[in-house]
């Protein structure tokens, strides 16, 4: 979804920019908050284990969390990349 956005943002915006720096400004948004989102579950779960919440009983849940990010940034780019054109 972030990536879509992203792209959303190159198309409609009168920015100059190709499509390798589309990739790599993507790529580090969207790691960015898949990061952000374990870092913030994280916290949340050591501060609410108190309270008998918790979001994973393993570390595994956290490395399929990324994995999965990487996998639906893959195709993401894979989808959205070949459609970004440049302006001159």
């Not at 779960?45 to 996998?71: E, G, H, P, R």
Request: proline share 1%.
């Amino acid at each position: 979804m972030a990536f879509f956005v992203c792209f959303l943002a190159a198309r409609d915006s009168r920015v100059k920019i190709n499509r390798f720096q589309f990739l790599l400004v993507s790529l580090l948004v969207v790691t960015a908050l898949g990061v952000a989102n374990e870092i913030i579950e994280f916290f949340l779960q050591y501060y609410f284990a108190k309270y008998d919440l918790f979001f994973a009983t393993t570390i595994n849940d956290t490395w399929l969390d990324l994995v999965s990010n990487t996998i639906g940034i893959l195709l993401a780019a894979a989808v959205f990349v070949p459609h970004i054109k440049k302006r001159e």
